[in-house]
C-alpha cells in the first residue's frame, strides 16, 4: 500500500508498525523517526517558521486565518508522483497540520482516487485508539495491538507512582501571547500527580493572561511551545523575562519553570506522546519517578 502522511504522529505510527517503506510521501513536519525526513515532502508551509520568533508566527498564523490564505501549501506535482493509495489526515487544528481544505485539495489533485483516514484525538485515550485506527486501516492489527499494549503499560506504570502531594500545573503551549495547553495535556497533567487548573481536557488549547495564571497559583509551570524544541523554548523564556507579572509568579520565585521539547513529546499526538506523559511525571515527581528514563535533553529546569 501506498501511504501519504499529512501528519508527524501517523508517520512515528507507521513506521512503528514496520511500515515506512509504504510511506511515499509526508510533510516538512515529519521528522521522526530520521529516515522519513528523507521521504517526499508532498506539503509544506506557506511561510518559513525556522528564523521567526513566537509572536511572530502568532501574527503571520492570525494574518492568514482573517484572510483566508494559505497556512500549507500542497505540491501537487510531488504528491501526483507518490500516487498514494491512502492518505492520513487530522481534523483536530488547522494550524498544527495539513486540515479539512488540504485534504480536500490533494484529493482533488489524485482525482478522489485515493482513501483517507482523518483522525481527531482530544486525549490520551483516543492517541491509544488512533494507532488501532492506522494499524486496522493498513492490515498490521496484531502489531497494533501490541504496540498499545506496550505503551497502556507505560501509561498505567506514570498513574501507579507513590506520590504525597499533587502540585498545581500550568502548561504553556505558546508564550508569546500566552495560551494553555488543552486536549490531551490537561489528562497527562492528572496522570503524572498535578493538578492541571486552567483548561480541561478534550477542549482546544486557547488564549490566557497573567493574571488568571496568578490567580490560579501554579506550583510548576512548563512551557511546550507547540512544536518547539528545548532550545528554541528556552528563546522564548527572554520574552517572559521583561515581563513583572511574570516574575511574581509563585513557580517563577521558587523557580519551579521547566522548558521540554514539544514538538518530540507534546504537539504531536503519537506513541511518543507517553514519553511526554512520563516527562510530566519526572518533573511533577521527580523522587516518586526515578526509575522512569527520558530522553537525554528532552526536558531543562530553567
Not at 97 to 114: D, M
Not at 172 to 201: C, K, R
Not at 255 to 263: C, E, F, H, L
Amino acid at each position: 500500500m501506498r501511504i501519504v502522511s499529512f501528519l508527524p504522529s501517523a508517520t512515528e505510527t507507521l513506521y512503528e508498525l514496520g511500515l515506512g517503506s509504504h510511506i511515499v510521501g509526508v510533510t516538512h513536519e515529519c521528522k521522526h523517526p530520521p529516515a522519513a525526513r528523507k521521504k517526499p515532502q508532498v506539503i509544506h508551509p506557506s511561510f518559513d517558521p525556522s528564523k521567526m520568533t513566537g509572536k511572530e508566527i502568532d501574527n503571520k498564523i492570525s494574518e492568514l486565518v482573517r484572510s483566508g490564505g494559505d497556512i500549507y501549501i500542497v505540491d501537487e506535482k510531488a504528491l501526483k508522483e507518490a500516487d498514494p493509495e491512502l492518505i492520513v489526515a487530522q481534523g483536530l487544528c488547522e494550524v498544527c497540520s495539513p486540515f479539512t481544505k488540504e485534504i480536500a485539495r490533494a484529493v482533488n489533485v489524485l482525482g478522489g482516487k485515493p482513501d483517507v483516514l482523518v483522525l481527531d484525538p482530544h486525549n490520551l485515550d483516543d492517541v491509544l485508539v488512533n494507532i488501532m485506527d492506522v494499524a486496522k486501516k493498513v492490515g498490521k492489527t496484531r502489531e497494533g495491538q501490541r504496540l498499545v499494549s506496550s505503551l497502556q503499560k507505560r501509561i498505567d506504570a506514570v498513574r501507579a507512582l507513590k506520590i504525597n502531594d499533587t502540585p498545581k500545573v500550568v502548561c504553556m503551549e505558546w508564550v508569546d501571547p500566552p495560551f494553555t495547553a488543552g486536549h490531551w495535556v490537561p489528562q497527562m497533567v492528572e496522570y503524572a500527580g498535578g493538578i492541571n487548573g486552567l483548561s480541561s481536557m478534550g477542549e482546544q488549547s486557547r488564549r490566557m493572561d497573567f493574571e488568571e495564571i496568578a490567580k490560579f497559583d501554579p506550583d510548576i509551570i512548563v512551557l511546550m511551545p507547540c512544536g518547539f524544541g528545548v532550545k528554541k523554548t528556552l528563546e522564548e523564556i527572554k520574552v517572559l523575562e521583561r515581563n513583572q507579572d511574570w516574575k511574581s509568579l509563585r513557580a517563577v520565585k521558587q523557580q519551579r519553570v521547566y522548558a521540554v521539547d514539544s514538538g518530540a513529546y507534546f504537539s504531536k499526538p503519537s506513541p511518543r506522546t507517553v514519553v511526554g506523559l512520563e516527562i510530566l511525571a519526572k518533573i511533577i515527581h521527580p523522587e516518586a519517578s526515578k526509575k522512569i528514563m527520558v530522553p537525554k535533553g528532552s526536558y531543562k529546569k530553567i
